[in-house]
């Protein structure tokens, strides 16, 4: 039984294999073929932070496929009304995976640990796997296939999708670079966990976005401060006030770089309404893969 808890819990031929997968699946769909492949199998999603793109991206991919889904919000008591051990022991005989959407990371750790179902990491603090997954699908569909020898520049905090977005990239020889303040690097042990991971990885780490995006395929961007940041907003838009990504920033790059967030985007603070709304954005897209990419994942992990 596997899990995919960080994409470090998969190798370059499986992230492939994944992103394989669900061109194969998105290919049926778009063709209108109905699909049974997951007939019987019943996924929850267990979330205790909010969701849009995650949640409704999961249940309609397993519903495409002939599945179904659960909806778990903090009603049904999980860390308050019984202990993690019990709820975690029980909670996976009535399922086939779970999807946990959390804080801690730990806390999807320990769940994994107890449990008898795979599961998938939906969001923690730590890393975003399934963002990243679909990211590197789209980068894919833009490049017709062709993903070595592209360029990712992330603008910005080097929070969970960045973390992920850097692992993923490392395993399909994609080069990762991320401009942000000294304050707000990736962690040196991060770094180190990457190389030993994927000796062959292309990353780099500035404070210069201008540079950073002139050999830019792909210009992107998150939020300045994420859920459960808020005591730090003010801060941090003080510190990231020079890494907003605008039309200015867009023009130091080649004209065939196209911009990418993973949303919800605050506009005005991390990008404009012209970069998100304009010819070179390809939000629509980024975010409808999230459905195919997960239909690979969920396909790939279930067998």
Known sequence: ?????????????????????????????????????????????LFSKPSLRTRVS??????????????????????????????????????????????????????????????????????????????LYTLQQLRHGRLNGQKIVYVGDANNVARSLAVACAQLDVAFSLAAPAKYQLEQTF????????????????????????????????????????????????AFADFQVNAHLMSLAPPTARFMHCLPARRGEEVTDEVIDGPQSIIVQQAANRMHAQKGVLAWILG
């Open 58 to 135: 999961f249940q309609a991919a397993v519903a495409h496929l002939g599945g179904s889904s659960l909806y778990l919000d903090k009603d049904v008591g999980w860390g308050h009304r019984e202990s993690d051990a019990d709820f975690n022991r029980v909670i996976t005989q009535y399922l086939d995976v779970i999807v946990c959407r959390t804080g801690d990371h730990e806390i999807l750790v320990r769940l994994a640990q107890e449990n008898t179902c795979p599961i998938i990491n939906g969001l923690t603090s730590l890393e975003h796997p399934c963002q990243a997954l679909a990211d």
């Open 191 to 238: 770094v180190e966990k990457l190389r030993k991971h994927c000796p062959q990885a292309q990353i780099e780490l500035g404070e210069n976005p201008a540079q950073a995006v002139r050999d830019a395929d792909i210009i992107y961007t998150d939020v300045w401060s994420s859920m459960g940041q808020e005591s730090e907003q003010e801060e941090r838009r003080v």
């Open 1 to 45: 039984m596997r899990h995919l808890l960080s994409l470090f819990d998969v190798s370059a031929s499986e992230t492939q294999e994944i992103l394989q997968i669900a061109e194969r699946l998105q290919a049926d769909w778009v063709a209108k073929k109905t699909s049974t492949l997951l007939a019987g199998r019943v996924m929850a999603l």
